[in-house]
């Protein structure tokens, strides 16, 4: 089976944005040292070389088995009743994971772009006088639902392609339709396709602002000599891409249990997809081992280029969270037609948001 276009292009982006951080921090190598006040904040605490490698060699086995863990636990939902998509515990655990990624947006990601954004190590001129981190949040949400629009454009109007140059894929029974709804098919209903055109953009477009926040943070860790950090951020970080997976692990899910256009969900994209997830963390702290000797976190092009990243991820995120997770299910006819249901789900979100939150305190 053929990697889909979309696939490509985010594979394309995945190794440019890598080159980009590798530049970056090649290029901060050849500028003047940080301020003294700069120096002075990371001459103190605990500082081991040894005891720190072995951390970050923890953390990558670790953070890997764990993300692999989160990621498939939805994927492989089917296997147990009650966490199949149509089931009221799948919903719960969607809701709960969804709070976890706005968290994650709120509480992680836009308060480390602002503490680098606005650090004392940069020009206070313009860096300190315009809010960078949340204007830069704001253009990343709009360009979000840009891509999200045109999206899901290109796809009504790939669908409609199909069922004019494959009619002989049209299926009209109910019994063979059932069986082949991996294709489409002109008797499909709208509202159906629809749906199943979304679950798709959803699940791409929130991988990508995952796979960014997690290779900046990886590579922070990995450039990290201070086990005092690293030990509780291995942790927290554990606790973070399992939560993190189970929230994408279910968008993959409810794309593939639908499947359209040629079956490009099929077990090769799910593979894929949950191998840029699942390594990422691991490749962001293996990057920052190597690029230990040269990155400064405290340089200006460090600051400016993991600042910007983050506040980007950050709208992401948000955006993803509230509007095609959170708003999504809560509008749909599923909950609206359960009060009941609808109450519980609010307080898998709070939940998830609440324990996300918590564990701010240490990542």
Request: proline share 5%; charged share 15%; aromatic share 10%.
């Amino acid at each position: 089976m053929a990697i889909s276009p979309k696939l490509r292009e985010f594979s394309l982006f995945f190794f440019f944005f890598i080159l980009l951080v590798f530049v970056s921090q090649a290029l901060g190598a050849s500028e003047p040292g940080p301020p003294p006040q700069c120096e002075s904040k990371r001459a103190g605490g605990c500082h081991d070389k040894t005891k720190s490698l072995q951390l970050k060699l923890i953390a990558i086995a670790s953070i890997l088995v764990t993300s692999m863990i989160g990621i498939c636990l939805p994927l492989f939902s089917r296997a147990v009743p009650a966490l199949r998509p149509d089931r009221k515990l799948f919903v719960l655990v969607k809701a709960f994971a969804s709070g976890v990624i706005l968290a994650t947006g709120y509480m992680h990601v836009m308060p480390d772009s602002w503490d680098c954004l606005t650090s004392e190590c940069l020009p206070e001129n313009p860096w300190r006088k315009f809010p960078f981190t949340t204007f830069v949040a704001m253009l990343s949400a709009v360009l979000t639902l840009m891509v999200d629009s045109f999206a899901m454009s290109l796809y009504k109007k790939h669908c409609a392609e199909k069922s004019v140059v494959e009619p002989s894929k049209r299926v009209v029974d109910e019994n063979v339709e059932m069986q082949n709804i991996g294709h489409c098919h002109a008797n499909a209903d709208e509202d159906t396709e629809s749906q199943l055109r979304r679950y798709r953009v959803v699940a791409q477009v929130l991988e990508l602002g995952i796979v960014v926040h997690s290779v900046v943070i990886g590579l922070s860790m990995g450039a990290s000599d201070n086990p005092c950090t690293i030990r509780p951020l291995v942790a927290a970080l554990c606790f973070h891409q399992l939560f993190e997976g189970m929230g994408l692990g279910g968008c993959i899910l409810q794309a593939t249990l639908f499947k359209c256009f040629n079956a490009e969900y099929g077990a090769k994209m799910k593979s894929i997809m949950v191998f840029f997830f699942s390594a990422t963390t691991p490749f962001g702290i293996a990057l920052g081992i190597g690029l230990s000797n040269i990155y400064s976190e405290n340089s200006p092009t460090a600051l400016i280029v993991v600042g910007i990243l983050n506040a980007s991820s950050a709208g992401l995120l948000n955006y993803m969270a509230l509007v095609d997770l959170l708003a999504s299910d809560f509008m749909g006819s599923r909950l609206q037609g359960s009060m009941k249901l609808q109450m519980w789900a609010y307080v898998a979100v709070l939940l998830g948001a609440g324990g996300m939150s918590l564990m701010a305190k240490w990542a």
